[in-house]
């Protein structure tokens, strides 16, 4: 899968770019990423800074205006693709897992289908959208309603690189937010390859944004 040591790039604005610290080439601005799996190193993953934060974060800010306002039809059409997506690359995923995290295959495919099932509650969520009604007293009706909040952020931890980040990311999407996404600098590559098939199923740009590199 991986023949030679790829340089992950951030994720921002619908496209691939490199990192504002290392744009100018400096020593150090990459981390290596060691699979678990046989001990080689994989590629390497970006030290991103603050400076690429900010970035991404007026990525998502310029997108939410148009797509907070697109119907919830529309949005979860987009997810509907995106889980048709995730079916047929399952097994790439798993892969992915199993080299940049040590899972076995078994193990590694569950976790990519636990979050395909994620993305199916989160087609639920248009009906959670429409709100609710209650007559609390005679002539008094209290009713609730769900609108969209922002740019939301996500920092996500190691263990599973696919599904974990599927408990915020299309749930958030499907209710109309954009999102800046932080993977683990563990295992950067699984949601690199998700980010792609986002791209592919429709999602606007700078709707979700990726920025990889550690905790500082």
Same mark, same amino acid.
């Given at each position: 899968?991986? /023949?030679?040591?790829?340089?992950?790039?951030?994720?921002?604005?619908?496209?691939?770019?490199?990192?504002?610290?290392?744009?100018? %080439?400096? =020593?150090?601005?990459?981390?290596?990423? $060691? /699979?678990?799996? *046989?001990?080689?190193?994989?590629?390497?993953?970006?030290? @991103?800074?603050?400076?690429?934060?900010?970035?991404?974060?007026?990525? %998502?800010?310029?997108?939410?205006?148009?797509?907070? *306002?697109?119907?919830?039809?529309?949005? +979860?059409?987009?997810?509907?693709?995106?889980?048709?997506?995730? $079916?047929?690359?399952?097994?790439? #995923?798993?892969?992915?897992?199993?080299?940049?995290?040590?899972?076995?295959?078994?193990?590694?495919?569950? /976790?990519?289908?636990?979050?395909? =099932?994620?993305?199916?509650? +989160?087609? /639920?969520?248009?009906? !959670?959208?429409?709100?609710?009604?209650?007559?609390? @007293?005679?002539?008094?009706?209290?009713?609730?309603?769900?609108?969209?909040?922002?740019?939301?952020?996500?920092?996500?931890?190691?263990?599973?690189?696919?599904?974990?980040?599927?408990? $915020?990311?299309?749930? %958030?999407?499907?209710?109309?937010?954009?999102?800046? #996404?932080?993977?683990?600098?563990?295992?950067?590559?699984?949601? $690199?390859? !998700?980010? =792609?098939?986002?791209?592919?199923?429709?999602?606007?740009?700078?709707?979700?944004?990726?920025?990889?590199?550690? +905790?500082?």
């Amino acid at each position: 899968m991986f /023949s030679q040591q790829p340089r992950i790039r951030n994720w921002i604005n619908g496209q691939f770019v490199d990192p504002v610290s290392t744009t100018s %080439a400096q =020593e150090g601005a990459y981390l290596p990423v $060691t /699979s678990p799996y *046989n001990g080689q190193v994989m590629g390497h993953v970006p030290l @991103s800074t603050a400076d690429d934060v900010t970035k991404a974060v007026e990525a %998502a800010k310029a997108a939410f205006p148009v797509w907070s *306002n697109r119907t919830l039809k529309d949005r +979860a059409g987009i997810l509907i693709r995106f889980h048709s997506l995730l $079916t047929q690359h399952a097994d790439e #995923l798993a892969d992915m897992v199993v080299l940049e995290h040590g899972k076995n295959k078994a193990e590694a495919l569950a /976790s990519v289908l636990k979050g395909q =099932e994620t993305v199916e509650y +989160a087609l /639920s969520l248009p009906q !959670v959208a429409q709100g609710n009604n209650l007559e609390v @007293s005679r002539g008094i009706t209290c009713y609730d309603t769900r609108v969209p909040l922002g740019v939301v952020a996500s920092v996500v931890p190691f263990n599973f690189p696919v599904m974990v980040p599927m408990w $915020t990311l299309p749930i %958030a999407i499907a209710m109309g937010n954009t999102m800046v #996404l932080k993977p683990s600098e563990k295992v950067p590559f699984t949601m $690199t390859k !998700v980010v =792609e098939l986002l791209k592919e199923a429709g999602l606007p740009d700078g709707v979700v944004n990726l920025v990889n590199g550690t +905790a500082d």
